[in-house]
């Protein structure tokens, strides 16, 4: 049986050091990772399959805008240069109610930096997916055997 999970975050960077820090937290269990880079594909991949452990950012880009070759530093210009509400998905939280519905063993762990994202959902769990540090992913692990949490099969 593997676990999967769901990886939600645009900065590749931010999304390397995600992936990276699951595999060596979880190597001793197996585990499939699918990843989104903006809103309307988690929620696409979130209501075509179940996840076991969900990593959400609070805020993504709507649909891809192609920025995927910019420098951190250009992609940060580009966000800020978009319409409020309209390009870019700020409360991606508001998939954590269906992500609920299809898997109600699911444990989100949230991974903004910022707090105002809990007012549309709360994770089981908030990490900071910059500063990350092993016990994180220790409570994680916690989380997972206190509710005695296994894979969908």
Do not use: C
């Amino acid at each position: 049986m593997k676990y999967n999970v769901l990886i939600i975050e645009d900065y590749v960077d931010n999304r390397d050091r995600m992936i990276n820090s699951v595999k060596k937290a979880l190597a001793e269990i197996e585990i499939n990772i699918d990843i989104s880079e903006w809103f309307l594909d988690a929620k696409k991949k979130i209501t075509k399959n179940r996840y076991d452990l969900v990593f959400i950012d609070n805020s993504l880009p709507y649909e891809n805008p192609g920025w995927e070759n910019l420098t951190y530093k250009d992609r940060i210009m580009a966000e800020m240069s978009l319409a409020p509400e309209t390009e870019m998905a700020r409360d991606t939280y508001k998939l954590i109610d269906l992500i609920r519905s299809k898997n109600p063993k699911s444990i989100i762990i949230g991974t903004s930096t910022s707090t105002s994202a809990l007012k549309h959902g709360n994770p089981d769990i908030q990490i900071n997916k910059i500063q990350s540090k092993e016990e994180d992913f220790q409570k994680i692990i916690e989380i997972m055997k206190e509710k005695n949490h296994k894979p969908e099969e």
